[in-house]
């Protein structure tokens, strides 16, 4: 009797312990089960808020893959001759370039001799011609910072070009009577203040690219707080140093093209003058 007792008392023991054991495990998997539905709801609302942030500003994503678009490749050609002086009276094709921030320009060589492109903010080594095996036959250049750049090459430095990046600057030429009683197109070319710094993107001379008629007068003006010349590569002007506020005036009746120059006291302060051809009353009036 008291044995068939003692075994009721260790079964009921064994039930509830099995009760207490099968309660705990189940508590167990609800709260797992919860927790795994908590991370699924969190992932979809994380989801759901980055999906909606980016359809809530569509025009910023689409502004971002056009800026990357919007970047644009020119080309200049170095053509056959501009190694030779007197060929050609135009080097680097175009000669003046319009570009924006975070354009790329690459120049091609395409005559028989290398040349280079150097400016203040770059140098691009020697270029060698098309198909040689000596070294590459382009250079490109990325322009970061809006500004006015004037290139020319080392090896020929009457070859000058420029590129305006989100510049645009007055040529300031106004037609009136030079002091021998002519009509002709005067020109007033300034050295402005501070041009002397070597961190500006110019403008250093203004205009950086004159374009005037052949027979024009040019007049160079230092408004600078210190001494300048303009003298071009090829020798066909020479201002020799003018202090501030001092001038100088050539007539361009020699040659015709692009004309290159600098200053000799800051040799990084760079510009160009393109003349075009004479007109036939002016030449058949030279010619006389």
Known sequence: MRFNKGLQI???????????AIVYASKTIMNRNDAITNIQLSNTT???????????NPESAANNIKSLKNHSEFDIVIPFGDGAPGIRTTYFTPTTLHIHA?????????????????????????????GSTEGPSTYSHTFAIPGVYVYFCQIHPYMGGIVYVDTQETQ?????????????MDVKIEIPQNAAYDTNYGPMFIPS??????????????????????TATDGTFDT?????????????????GTITYFCRIHPWMQAIITVDPPSPAFAQKISQ
Not at 46 to 56: M, N, R, V, W
Not at 103 to 112: A, G, L
Not at 172 to 184: A, D, F, K, L, T
């Open 102 to 130: 975070g354009d790329t320009v690459k120049w091609i060589n395409k005559d028989t001799v290398s040349h280079t492109v150097t400016a203040m903010a770059f140098n691009s080594g020697l270029i060698w011609p098309t």
């Open 46 to 56: 994380q989801i759901s808020s980055i999906s909606t942030s980016q359809s809530s």
């Open 172 to 184: 300031r030429e106004i037609s009136s009577n030079s002091p021998g009683g002519n009509n002709i």
């Open 240 to 256: 020799s140093t003018l202090q501030p506020g001092q001038s100088k005036t050539f007539i361009l009746d020699e040659r015709q």
């Open 10 to 20: 260790i079964g009921l023991f064994f039930i509830i312990v099995s009760i207490i």
């Open 209 to 230: 690219g004159a374009h005037v008629p052949f027979g024009s007068q040019i007049t160079f003006t230092n408004r600078d707080y210190v001494a300048h010349t303009a």
